[in-house]
């Protein structure tokens, strides 16, 4: 990601995101704690809005190392690993703590997730949001973002009660908070995706005045051909494995690319030139399934006639039903998952026999061109499928900032 330098008056080095919206004195005035961080798509869409992280915290590694080889962040501003031990050693991060604006994260949601269909709130995985909760009422910043998956929803009255058990249960400066389920396609991205997003402040503001700032930020989406239009074509890749062939068939990791610069490519970009292509690598697929990938129009499934003679699945058609999806190049795409990390089966290109790229993925989840993931193209898939749409974050960030 592209960063600009800028000097306080200590003569030490901030790194602020390009787009970030500085104060006058050239200084990110906003700053913000990212818990659950995974590849950054939160954070960039913050950095974006004018937020400065200050502390990350992520568990997995490789998720790390992406949002951390985007940014110019020191060693100390981590913490890998889980939750529940930096909430053990809280004492130790409190001094860098004190300044936070903002704490921003969202919980691991397997349990909750509308795919899951034994959603329980006492299912391990949601008892995350708790530690979430937990390092809030210590660190107590002026205002704070949860996120996650629409199935927490279900659950809002019991979940609520803990946040007033673990952020108002004495008798310092109370916070407000409130949810809404907020919709991607709303402000822009070309992908539809729910998100149940909790908004909370201890400053005495509505939470429904904060939401409206952020309906402010509502624009018409695009479709999905605006995302991938543009981007090299690439062919069918032949060979199962061989993930460090670079060529026009199996992709690029990294490539010298002219970008056509349109609508879209301001959108992610702004007006920065950008000449390299990351992460646009194809994935092998076997025969049968390139056949399906090749008969079925934009829109079809695995019920469609096209393919009634070659679908694996007939006798479970009513389960499978959406093993094989060809997206529509004049809508907004289906949710971008971390299920491409196993196949694209779900996600055939609209307009060629292969399922979309990491790179294409990204672009549909708002992710500016040159943010480059890291790990494996297993990896790379699960992280963009697992972040929120940067332009979302960046609609969040800029309804709050109004207030600080």
Request: charged share 30%; glycine share 6%.
């Given at each position: 990601?592209?960063?600009?330098k800028?000097?306080?008056?200590?003569?030490?080095?901030?790194?602020?995101?390009k787009?970030?919206?500085l104060?006058?004195q050239g200084?990110s005035?906003f700053?913000?704690?990212?818990?659950f961080?995974?590849?950054?798509?939160l954070?960039?869409?913050?950095?974006q809005?004018g937020?400065l992280?200050?502390f990350?915290?992520?568990?997995v590694?490789?998720?790390?190392?992406t949002?951390?080889?985007n940014?110019?962040?020191?060693?100390e501003?981590?913490f890998?690993?889980?939750i529940k031990?930096?909430?053990?050693?809280?004492?130790?991060?409190?001094p860098?703590?004190?300044?936070a604006d903002?704490?921003?994260g969202?919980?691991?949601?397997q349990g909750f997730?509308?795919?899951?269909?034994?959603r329980?709130?006492d299912d391990?995985?949601?008892?995350?949001?708790?530690e979430?909760?937990?390092?809030?009422?210590v660190v107590r910043?002026k205002?704070?973002?949860?996120?996650n998956?629409?199935?927490m929803?279900?659950?809002?009255?019991e979940i609520?009660e803990?946040?007033?058990?673990?952020?108002?249960?004495d008798?310092?400066r109370?916070?407000?908070?409130?949810?809404h389920?907020?919709?991607?396609?709303d402000?822009?991205?070309?992908?539809?995706?729910e998100?149940f997003?909790?908004?909370g402040n201890r400053l005495?503001?509505?939470?429904?005045?904060v939401f409206y700032e952020?309906?402010?930020n509502k624009k018409?989406?695009?479709?999905?051909?605006?995302a991938?239009?543009?981007l090299?074509k690439l062919?069918?890749?032949?060979?199962k494995?061989?993930?460090?062939?670079?060529?026009?068939?199996s992709?690029y990791t990294e490539?010298d690319?002219a970008?056509?610069?349109?609508?879209?490519?301001?959108?992610i970009n702004?007006?920065r030139?950008?000449?390299?292509l990351y992460?646009?690598?194809n994935?092998?697929?076997?025969?049968?399934?390139?056949?399906?990938?090749?008969?079925l129009p934009?829109?079809?499934n695995?019920?469609?006639?096209s393919?009634?003679?070659?679908m694996?699945?007939?006798?479970?058609?009513?389960?499978?039903?959406?093993?094989?999806?060809?997206?529509?190049e004049?809508?907004?795409?289906k949710?971008i998952t971390?299920?491409m990390?196993?196949?694209?089966?779900m996600y055939?290109?609209?307009w060629?026999a292969?399922?979309?790229?990491?790179r294409e993925?990204?672009?549909?989840?708002?992710?500016?061109?040159?943010?480059?993931?890291?790990g494996?193209?297993?990896?790379?898939y699960?992280?963009?499928?697992?972040?929120?749409?940067?332009?979302?974050a960046?609609?969040?960030?800029k309804?709050?900032?109004?207030?600080?």
């Amino acid at each position: 990601m592209s960063i600009e330098k800028n000097i306080n008056k200590e003569n030490t080095t901030k790194v602020v995101p390009k787009n970030a919206r500085l104060n006058e004195q050239g200084k990110s005035p906003f700053t913000f704690i990212d818990l659950f961080a995974g590849a950054g798509g939160l954070s960039l869409g913050l950095e974006q809005a004018g937020f400065l992280p200050i502390f990350v915290n992520e568990i997995v590694p490789q998720f790390n190392e992406t949002y951390r080889k985007n940014r110019n962040l020191s060693d100390e501003q981590y913490f890998v690993g889980d939750i529940k031990k930096l909430n053990e050693k809280i004492d130790e991060y409190l001094p860098r703590f004190k300044d936070a604006d903002l704490v921003c994260g969202g919980p691991p949601c397997q349990g909750f997730s509308m795919a899951n269909r034994q959603r329980i709130i006492d299912d391990p995985r949601n008892q995350l949001y708790k530690e979430y909760l937990k390092l809030l009422s210590v660190v107590r910043p002026k205002f704070f973002i949860m996120e996650n998956v629409r199935g927490m929803s279900n659950k809002w009255e019991e979940i609520r009660e803990n946040f007033e058990t673990y952020l108002n249960s004495d008798d310092s400066r109370k916070y407000q908070f409130s949810s809404h389920l907020l919709y991607a396609e709303d402000f822009g991205v070309p992908q539809h995706r729910e998100r149940f997003i909790v908004i909370g402040n201890r400053l005495g503001i509505s939470p429904e005045t904060v939401f409206y700032e952020i309906f402010k930020n509502k624009k018409k989406p695009f479709v999905l051909k605006n995302a991938l239009e543009g981007l090299p074509k690439l062919g069918i890749k032949k060979v199962k494995g061989k993930n460090n062939i670079e060529d026009d068939d199996s992709g690029y990791t990294e490539c010298d690319f002219a970008y056509k610069r349109n609508d879209f490519y301001c959108f992610i970009n702004g007006n920065r030139k950008i000449e390299k292509l990351y992460n646009h690598k194809n994935r092998y697929n076997n025969p049968r399934d390139i056949e399906i990938y090749s008969r079925l129009p934009q829109g079809a499934n695995s019920l469609h006639e096209s393919i009634e003679d070659i679908m694996p699945y007939k006798s479970r058609n009513d389960i499978f039903k959406d093993k094989y999806f060809k997206l529509e190049e004049d809508k907004v795409c289906k949710t971008i998952t971390s299920h491409m990390r196993f196949d694209c089966n779900m996600y055939i290109h609209p307009w060629y026999a292969r399922g979309l790229t990491p790179r294409e993925a990204a672009r549909i989840q708002t992710f500016p061109d040159d943010y480059v993931f890291y790990g494996s193209q297993n990896s790379w898939y699960a992280q963009i499928g697992n972040a929120v749409p940067v332009k979302l974050a960046y609609a969040i960030g800029k309804g709050i900032a109004k207030f600080l």
